[in-house]
């Protein structure tokens, strides 16, 4: 897939999918930290360092979705950021051709699509990256958009953790672990 990749939303705004520059470690961290702080979506019960931020989001591959003006859109390096995400392997060696990634959405651009629109950029570059399969193992009960995207997707639910998130106020949800594979085993079982 070639980077940067544009978008028009159904508001008219123009996006631009690339991968994060150095100097958007910061805003993409402040971002995360929105969303790990509303408590909704992530696991982490507090905002994370620049070092735990490092070691969580940057392992692998980072991307950014950043605003363009429709008419410029040399601007693609330069825009405000609404909404990233990361690509990393799931697990170590043997099992490193399976992927994870993690996606958030500036709160004032959430239901624009940039979820979707992130959700499909990362099905075609994780292929290119020789990732074979995604898996995403703490999608919570509660987050019904995230599960309605991921299904829409192409995801099956492969487990359920019961209980396994504690929102506030001392309420638990299930956590669902999702899987979709990257290539079609039926199209390599033909060719044999």
């Excluded at 100097?23 to 509303?38: A, F, H």
């Excluded at 699509?113 to 995403?136: C, D, K, N, Q, W």
Aim: hydrophobic share 45%; proline share 5%; glycine share 6%.
């Amino acid at each position: 897939m070639q980077l940067p990749v544009f978008k028009t939303l159904k508001n008219g705004m123009t996006i631009a999918l690339d991968e994060m520059l150095p100097s958007e470690r910061e805003i993409v961290r402040s971002l995360l930290n929105t969303v790990v702080m509303e408590g909704q979506t992530y696991p982490h019960l507090q905002p994370l360092s620049e070092a735990e931020f490092a070691a969580y989001w940057l392992v692998q591959d980072a991307f950014v979705v950043r605003k363009v003006e429709a008419s410029d859109r040399s601007q693609s390096m330069t825009g405000e950021i609404l909404g990233a995400f990361y690509l990393k392997p799931n697990f170590p060696g043997r099992c490193s051709h399976i992927c994870n990634a993690g996606f958030i959405v500036q709160p004032a651009a959430r239901g624009l699509g940039i979820g979707r629109f992130m959700g499909e950029a990362m099905l075609a570059i994780a292929p290119t990256r020789s990732y074979t399969a995604v898996m995403f193992n703490l999608v919570f009960a509660s987050n019904t958009a995230s599960l309605k995207l991921w299904e829409s997707l192409g995801f099956t639910a492969i487990g359920r953790i019961p209980n396994a998130v504690r929102l506030e106020g001392d309420r638990h949800v299930d956590a669902c672990m999702l899987y979709r594979c990257l290539e079609s085993r039926s199209n390599n079982l033909e060719k044999t």
